[in-house]
T-cell receptor, first 118, second 112 residues
Framework: EAGVVQSPRYKIIEKKQPVAFWCNPI?????LYWYLQNLGQGPELLIR????????DSQLPKDRFSAERLKGVDSTLKIQPAELGDSAVYLC????????????????FGPGTRLTVL | AQSVTQLDSQVPVFEEAPVELRCNYS??????LFWYVQYPNQGLQLLLK??????LVKGINGFEAEFNKSQTSFHLRKPSVHISDTAEYFC??????????FGTGTRLLVSP
């Protein structure tokens, strides 16, 4: 079974340029997550989708970041314009089922996209 | 809200020695606890999880962890490490609703 696929694996851009990351979750997983991992830190959730609905985007900087999951399968995360401080690894994860307070469904992570902003 | 503290940023150890990676958490609600491993240039892989039941949890690659509610800890242990265990290890907590909060990670360095 294929895991979570992300592309590109590496991206180098100049500041103020736009950039987009793509994620294809594990087949059948209806929940998709985008995380930001700064150097030397743990991942931090940016946004969580259940199917095509963004159910938690409270940590997404909406002035420059946007995300979409139009058909409830793959997803794109965009930054426009990129800033130097956006240099980080962007991780995508997926899980089955819906989140509630009394259960937990394992999140499976992709390899990430390492963004460098010059 | 939940938070996780991993006090050790780096743990050097010799091959075949035992190791313990420390994790303390803070939460006002019942929690689920996790340990993830991240090898260089790869995503995170789940090592083990505590959801309920026995406080001693066994995971993959010979790792285990013990949930201690009174000390709010979930330390990761392995009795004998290998060179291939060199990686970054993240403790994480969830209060439900699929929301994971990660610690800052501990780099395990295994040398011959």
């Amino acid at each position: 079974e294929a895991g979570v696929v992300q592309s590109p694996r590496y991206k180098i851009i100049e500041k103020k340029q736009p950039v987009a990351f793509w994620c294809n979750p594990i087949s059948g997983h209806n929940t998709l997550y985008w995380y930001l991992q700064n150097l030397g830190q743990g991942p931090e959730l940016l946004i969580r989708y259940e199917n095509e609905e963004a159910v938690d985007d409270s940590q997404l900087p909406k002035d420059r970041f946007s995300a979409e999951r139009l058909k409830g399968v793959d997803s794109t995360l965009k930054i426009q314009p990129a800033e130097l401080g956006d240099s980080a690894v962007y991780l995508c994860a997926s899980s089955s089922g819906r989140g509630n307070s009394s259960s937990y469904n394992e999140q499976f992570f992709g390899p990430g996209t390492r963004l460098t902003v010059l | 809200a939940q938070s996780v503290t991993q006090l050790d940023s780096q743990v050097p150890v010799f091959e075949e020695a035992p190791v313990e990676l420390r994790c303390n958490y803070s939460s006002s609600v019942s929690v689920y606890l996790f340990w993830y491993v991240q090898y260089p240039n790869q995503g995170l892989q789940l090592l083990l999880k505590y959801l309920s039941g026995s406080t001693l949890v066994k995971g993959i690659n010979g790792f285990e962890a013990e949930f201690n509610k009174s000390q709010t800890s979930f330390h990761l242990r392995k009795p004998s490490v290998h060179i291939s265990d060199t990686a970054e290890y993240f403790c994480a907590v969830s209060g439900g609703f699929q929301k994971l909060v990660f610690g800052t990670g501990t780099r395990l360095l295994v040398s011959p």
